[in-house]
């Protein structure tokens, strides 16, 4: 009896599953039924788009991008590629401006006590 | 090639345990396909249940504001899963994780928890202030001692 299958049926199905889903997330958003309305807004109700959370976005996207494009350019490997501390403190330093902002906003429209 | 009793027995076992865990991805896959998992507030902030109980009858709930933090706490997720998936298909076994890695999607993770920590703070404080206003208000209150 020969089970030299198996494995083979487990990741093609795990990569499937894996494809699926990530395919009907980003559909969902492109077509709107995950809405994305008021990402880039502390409040809804405000105009245009606030800088902080645009530089979040921008950084997640490019670090994301260039982690896929480093990941995958190097081939058949044994590990994650490795995140350079630079790169960690930039990302890091985004998150950080990006909630310093969120809480100056939050005491400035969500009601918390005065400074 | 599989031979002997426990040979054949664990094989079994592997098998039955292999295709319990493929039917439970394509379950949830289908499911979320369907809509019956439903991925609309996937990205949401939770609405302020005071708020939607402030509207009318006749309007629409709101609907609540997409999360930049959620938003990247997802694009981080699935490219380091997705990276790690390709890695181990090709590979063929467990391959390391950095620990620079491992801090990314710390930093990513306690950015999101960080965001719904003011938020929660805001609101209850925003609660506090209008119960000392209403307290204040209040028939019979003492303006100066608050009581």
């Known amino acids: 009896m020969s089970w030299i299958w198996l494995p083979r049926f487990v990741e093609i199905t795990v990569a499937a599953w894996f494809v699926a889903v990530g395919g009907v997330i980003l559909l969902r958003m492109i077509t709107g039924a995950i809405p994305l309305d008021g990402m880039l807004k502390h409040d809804r109700r405000s105009f245009g788009l606030e800088f902080h959370r645009l530089q979040l976005l921008a950084v997640t996207l490019m670090m994301a991008a260039g982690y896929l494009i480093i990941a995958l350019g190097r081939g058949h490997a044994q590990t994650l590629p490795d995140v350079s501390p630079p790169f960690l403190l930039a990302v890091a330093g985004s998150h950080l401006t990006y909630l310093g902002n969120k809480f100056a906003q939050s005491r400035k429209w969500g009601g918390m006590t005065s400074w | 090639m599989v031979t002997g009793y426990w040979g054949i027995l664990s094989a079994v076992i592997a098998g039955c345990l292999a295709v319990v865990i493929c039917v439970f991805a394509l379950i949830i896959a289908w499911r979320v396909f369907t809509n019956q998992i439903n991925l609309t ?33 997802l694009i981080f997720t699935f490219v380091i899963a997705g990276v790690y998936l390709v890695l181990c298909l090709e590979s063929g076994k467990f391959v390391d994780i950095p620990q620079n890695v491992i801090l990314l999607l710390g930093v990513s993770g306690t950015s999101y928890a960080a965001s719904k920590g003011i938020q929660a703070a805001a609101k209850t404080s925003q609660k506090h202030s209008e119960a000392v206003v209403a307290a204040a208000n209040a028939p019979g209150a003492d303006p100066v001692n608050g009581a």
């Open chain 2, 41 to 73: 507030y996937l990205l949401a902030e939770p609405a302020d249940p005071d708020a939607q109980a402030m509207i009318a009858d006749n309007v629409p709930p709101e609907v609540p504001k997409a999360s930049l933090s959620r938003f990247q706490f």
